[in-house]
């Protein structure tokens, strides 16, 4: 070895280990984001329909929002173990 460095070689099985547990992080990320997003949206129809004294926006949040948060909410505690 030139200058006394030695290299290291990092076994091929903890490569592929880390960038799984990464992945599946990610994954678990990016599913709780769009459920936490989901419901703010949702909380955010029913206060501008409270203020408003409308129902459209209550009504498009109820039939389109709430379904989507349940299903990302199911999602993500089957995701985690324990849950």
Do not use: C, H
């Amino acid at each position: 070895m030139e200058n006394g460095q030695v290299k290291r070689l990092v076994p091929t099985w903890l490569k592929w280990a880390i960038r799984i547990i990464l992945s599946y992080l990610i994954l678990l990320a990016s599913v709780l984001a769009v459920t936490i997003i989901t419901i703010l949206i949702t909380f955010s129809f029913i206060v501008i329909d409270g203020m408003t004294d409308s129902r459209s926006l209550g009504a498009f949040s109820e039939e389109r929002l709430v379904p989507v948060s349940e299903f990302f909410w199911k999602l993500f505690t089957w995701l985690v173990p324990g849950l």
